[in-house]
C-alpha cells in the first residue's frame, strides 16, 4: 500500500461537470483530489479487504439474528418499542437489500480492522463505482498509469444486475427514490442509483423526504399525490422511527430499500455485540457498552454515538485525556466504546478504507484521507489502483 503524488486531469472539471459530479468541491474545499492515488497488491485487496469483509458481514447478519430474538438488545440498539415488530418481520421475511460500506483500518498489512458498518446510507457511492473508474481509464489512456493498472471495483455491474434481481418481483412497480432537500452529495448519490435502477429497467421516480405526505387511507405519496409502494431512501431508519408519521410505516405496506432490518446493522450498538459473540477476531477491535467499561480495562478509546452519520460527536481518549473530538447533533440516546486503533498515516494524512458490499458480495473499495484522526463529510475522497509488478 503506497501514496503516489500525480498529475491531475487537465480536464476533469470540465469532464465532472459533462458527468453530473456536481459536489467534488464543497464548502470551498476540495472533496475529490486526484492529486494524490493509492497504490494495493492484488494480494492486498484479496486477502487484506475483500475477503474479511465477506466474513464481517457473515458475523453482522449473525448478529442481527440475535437481536431480533432479544428485546434487551433492541432496548440496547434503541430501537423503540412501536416499531420492533417492524424490524423483526423484515428480517424473518428477509426483505432483500441492496449495498453497504465498511469503514476498515488498514496499512497494508496484518489484518484491516473494523470501524463500523454503514449499511443504511452509505453515500461516496458515484464517487466509488464510476467516477475514480473513469479516472483510471483516462489515465491509462494518457500513459501517466502502466496499461496493466487496475482498480478493486466492480461496484456499478453489481450494482446494476443486483437491481435486476429485486426488479423481478416488482416487473410493473415504480421505483420511488428520495432524499432530504439540501444535500448535495445525498442527491447526487441517489441520482446514480436511478440512472442505475434505469439501466436494470426499472421505472423510477425521485421525490425529496420532505415532500412524502399521508394520503387517504393508511398510504404515503410522492408530491404529485402518487402512492408509494417501493422506495428506496437515503435517509435513516433511526430518524424515520422517531418521525411524525412514523406510526403508518407498519401500516403502508411500502417495501423499503434499504429494509428496515438495516437499522441493526448500520446501529453502532452492534460493535460491542460482535465483540462479545466473536471474541478476539482479528478483523474486529474490542467493543463495550458503557455499563461495560469499568471492566473493560480499555485506557485508550474512541467515544462513538448509537446513532451518528459522517464522523459526528466522536471522541478520542488517550489514558484520560481526550486527544481529539467532533462536534455534531447525536448523542442522546447513547454512546459505545471502542478501543483506539489510531488510521495509519502517509504523507501527514489520515487514511480510511471504505469496503462495499452489493446485497452480500463484496464489490470495491473507497479510500478517503484527512488531517484529522476522524473522517467527515468533506474528508477528501482519492483514487486507488491496483498493481502486481
Given amino acids: 500500500m503506497q501514496r503516489h503524488e500525480c498529475r491531475e486531469r487537465p480536464d476533469w472539471q470540465t469532464r465532472a461537470a459533462e458527468f453530473g459530479f456536481t459536489f467534488h468541491t464543497m464548502y470551498g474545499e476540495p472533496y475529490w483530489d486526484e492529486s494524490v492515488y ?16 465477506e466474513e464481517l458481514h457473515r458475523m453482522c447478519l449473525a448478529a442481527v439474528d440475535e437481536v431480533v430474538s432479544s428485546e434487551s438488545l433492541m432496548e440496547k440498539f434503541q430501537i423503540p418499542d412501536a416499531h420492533r415488530d417492524l424490524i423483526r418481520h423484515s428480517w424473518l ?19 484491516a480492522k473494523l470501524y463500523e458498518n454503514n449499511a443504511d446510507t452509505p453515500t461516496s457511492l458515484y464517487e466509488t463505482g464510476f467516477w475514480q473508474w473513469l479516472w483510471l481509464e ?31 418481483p416488482r ?13 448535495d452529495e445525498d442527491r447526487g448519490t441517489v441520482q446514480y442509483l436511478q440512472d442505475c435502477a434505469s439501466e436494470a429497467g426499472i421505472r423510477n421516480k425521485f421525490t425529496y423526504v420532505e415532500d412524502i405526505g399521508h394520503g387517504v387511507g393508511d398510504v404515503f405519496t410522492d408530491i404529485d399525490s402518487e402512492q408509494i409502494r417501493w422506495m428506496f431512501k437515503l435517509y435513516p431508519w433511526e430518524f424515520m422511527l422517531r418521525e411524525d ?21 448500520s446501529n453502532k450498538a452492534i460493535l460491542p455485540l460482535l465483540w462479545k459473540m466473536f471474541p478476539g477476531h482479528p478483523n474486529l477491535l474490542p467493543s463495550y457498552f458503557e455499563e461495560d467499561m469499568p ?24 489514558d484520560g485525556q481526550q486527544i481529539e473530538a467532533s462536534e455534531g447533533p447525536y448523542g442522546e440516546e447513547g454512546f459505545i466504546y ?19 458490499l452489493i446485497n452480500d458480495r463484496p464489490a470495491g473499495m473507497s479510500v478517503r484521507e484527512d488531517s484529522s484522526q476522524i473522517t467527515q463529510d468533506l474528508s477528501r475522497f482519492v483514487p486507488h489502483i491496483i498493481l502486481d509488478n
Wanted: overall charge negative; glycine content about 6%.
Fill in 171 to 183: 416487473l410493473d412497480s415504480v421505483l420511488h427514490f428520495a432524499c432530504a432537500k439540501d444535500t
Fill in 338 to 356: 471502542q478501543e483506539y486503533c489510531p488510521l495509519p498515516r502517509f504523507a501527514g494524512n489520515h487514511t480510511l478504507i471504505g469496503s462495499w
Fill in 245 to 265: 408519521f412514523g406510526d403508518l410505516l407498519q401500516k403502508s405496506a411500502v417495501s423499503w430499500l434499504e429494509p428496515p432490518w438495516k437499522a441493526l446493522v
Fill in 93 to 111: 421475511r428477509k426483505d432483500p437489500s441492496l449495498y453497504s460500506r465498511m469503514d476498515l483500518a488498514y496499512n497494508g498489512s496484518g489484518p
Fill in 38 to 53: 493509492y497504490e494495493f497488491s492484488l494480494q492486498q485487496v484479496e486477502d487484506h479487504i475483500e475477503d474479511p469483509t
Fill in 295 to 318: 471492566s473493560s480495562g480499555l485506557s485508550r478509546y474512541v467515544r462513538k454515538p448509537i446513532f451518528a452519520r459522517e464522523g459526528a460527536n466522536v471522541s478520542i481518549h488517550v
Fill in 138 to 168: 483516462d489515465k491509462i489512456n494518457s500513459g501517466d498509469l502502466p496499461k496493466q493498472a487496475d482498480q478493486y471495483n466492480s461496484l456499478q455491474e453489481k450494482l446494476i444486475e443486483r437491481f435486476r434481481e429485486i426488479r423481478q
